[in-house]
């Protein structure tokens, strides 16, 4: 007889087989019957390696997340000023990505947390462990590098709190332009953005001429390789 498998191994064969049901079906449209039938085993089995088909949903996001070229590069920055502004950039303009359609795989995480906070949050846990896990030593590195350089001045509270304050901030921005007909009217993204940006800095303590010099730089750098791409 085949050895039995190990629950890593199987907790395993069940993400491998999931991926390719979420791919193919959205959440919404994949089953817990399907996807027990995808990897070979019953739902009681699936169940007692995932509680929810949520949880399942989470851990394979959070895979994701964790394997990200974009986040990888940014997290090899030198922790520095430069890289903390660039890191709350990044973070904002993830969030003003996300737009009406369901069937986006972000708007679709989003719409997920938002269920989990109020369910049993596992869903919303699971990703923000492993988000907070990926981004501390970064965030808290430049944070302090920031200080000791005079462009920030401390700010009473947890280094990474701040970063989960800023978080969720733009996530309940994000949250305002679900809607086909977005429930507020900010304005244009370019704009949303810069504030968004200069009000998540100031927050974490960064002064006015560090917040004008790291961020408007490099927004300005940005807009300009945008123009040189759609006019290639």
Known sequence: MAARMTSDSRRRQILEAAKGCFARHGFAGTTTKSLAAAAGISEGLLFKHFATKATLYAEILAESCEAEPELNRLLE??????????????????????????DREETQRLRLIVSSHLDDGEFAR?????????????????LERAVAAGEATPVQGAPLNLFWYG?????????????????????????????LCDFILRGIGLTGPAIAAHLDSTTSTNATQHRIAESA
């Open 126 to 142: 699971l990703l923000f462990e492993k988000v907070g896990h990926l981004v501390a030593p970064v965030f808290v590195a430049s």
């Open 77 to 102: 920055l030198e922790p520095s000023t430069a890289t903390l502004v660039e890191f709350v950039r990044r973070m904002v303009r993830h969030f003003l990505a996300m737009r009406a359609k369901a």
């Open 167 to 195: 978080h969720h901030l733009i996530q309940m921005v994000a949250l305002t332009r679900l809607p086909a007909s977005p429930a507020l009217n900010y304005p244009k993204d370019e704009d949303l953005e810069r504030d």
